[in-house]
């Protein structure tokens, strides 16, 4: 008789002790504490119709709604939004840019928070995503997520999108991964990632080098680590800046002459990045504009238009003789945002050509 209600009352104690042991894993204090930073884009946007994929307005909902709309993010993390700007990416600018990363920055020194997600859309996200990889100044995750179909369309893939980049920068696992980028179930750095489509929803790749891992489920595993150097161990502080040095982009074609490259110049550019073709060639009739360019102090970058691959110093120009900075296999875009920063602690080529190597 004594056995029966001994038993008993383990059972009920165990009841109980598993409830308290299951609250205790979904308690919010046990959760990350995650900053949500919304800049607009897709992930925003609104349709006319649910079949509504291309024409839409972007950058409608504002931040409070993106995560009410996602209920799950309860369950994961601990969330609150700011709105920092209400843009379509194509609009991003370098005010934005230094906005962005130095809040990034002060919330990144708090204690209170243990990672940030970005949303943001995706004409310019990896332009965004690789600036911050070279001016935040934290381990902690930074997660850059945007959508191709607005919330309104059928099949949107925002929602799940936002849920898992809110776990990927939740994830002790993210820590000291650099910027990151997360859309479609991929995560990947945000120096590689590039859109390689327009309109589908896996269009950010990382052409040759491959993402750093994808998501199984709810789970983020990672496969390899981005070896250049980003974030903590970057020269780069934008925190007293209020502008960027001018940079500009012009793209190599046949029969091209330096006509883009005379009007740049005057606009009062300080770095030109040069899209040639093949590894990064540059025309006959462009020398000239280059060469008056160069005694403006203008530095000039060598990238190519071509999407892939490595352009190889002194290859198909002469670096050395006219002091060219080669762009290694940074895409025009991202070149760009690196000279753009060089140009904030040198102006001296050879100097900027050892920052394209370790960056």
């Known amino acids: 008789m004594t056995r029966k209600p001994l038993l008993v009352l383990t059972m009920v104690f165990l009841f109980v002790f598993s409830l308290q042991v299951a609250c205790f894993a979904e308690s919010p204090a ?3 504490h995650i900053k949500i930073l919304a800049t607009g884009g897709t992930i925003a946007g609104s349709g006319a119709t649910s079949s509504t994929t291309i024409g839409y307005t972007a950058a409608v909902a504002p931040v409070d709604a993106l995560i009410s709309n996602v209920p799950e993010l309860k369950k994961v993390a601990n969330v609150s939004g700011e709105q920092i700007s209400q843009i379509a990416s194509e609009n991003m600018t370098n005010e934005v840019w230094l906005k962005l990363a130095k809040r990034v920055n002060q919330l990144l020194a708090q204690n209170d928070v243990d990672g940030i997600v970005i949303t943001h859309g995706t004409d310019t996200l990896e332009e965004t995503a690789y600036f911050l990889n070279l001016v935040v100044k934290s381990e902690k995750p930074v997660v850059l997520v945007g959508s191709m179909r607005p919330p309104t369309a059928m099949s949107a893939d925002g929602m799940l999108n936002l849920y898992r980049a809110t776990i990927l920068a939740g994830s002790k696992d993210a820590i000291g991964k650099g910027v990151m980028v997360m859309l479609n179930d991929t995560i990947h750095s945000g120096r590689d990632v590039t859109k390689t489509i327009t309109d589908r929803v896996d269009t950010f790749k990382a052409p040759e080098i491959g993402p750093l891992g994808f998501f199984t489920g709810d789970k983020p595993v990672f496969y390899r680590a981005a070896l250049r150097k980003h974030t903590t161990a970057t020269e780069f502080d934008v925190m007293s800046l209020s502008d960027l040095p001018r940079v500009d982009i012009v793209y190599h074609y046949a ?27 540059i025309g006959k009739a462009e020398y000239p504009a280059v060469e008056a360019a160069q005694k403006q102090d203008i530095v000039i970058v060598r990238s190519a238009r071509v999407g892939n691959g490595i352009v190889a110093r002194n290859g198909e120009a002469n670096d050395d003789k006219y002091n060219f900075v080669a762009g290694d296999n940074l895409n025009p875009q991202k070149a760009r945002i690196l000279l753009m920063l060089a140009l904030t602690k040198t102006a001296d080529p050879k100097l900027i050509q050892e920052m394209f190597w370790k960056y």
């Not at 883009?260 to 060639?281: F, L, R, W």
């Open 30 to 32: 046990n959760l990350p």
């Open 255 to 281: 029969n091209n002459t330096g006509t883009a490259i005379e009007a740049i110049a005057q606009a009062g550019a300080k770095g030109i990045v040069h899209a040639g073709t093949g590894n990064g060639s």
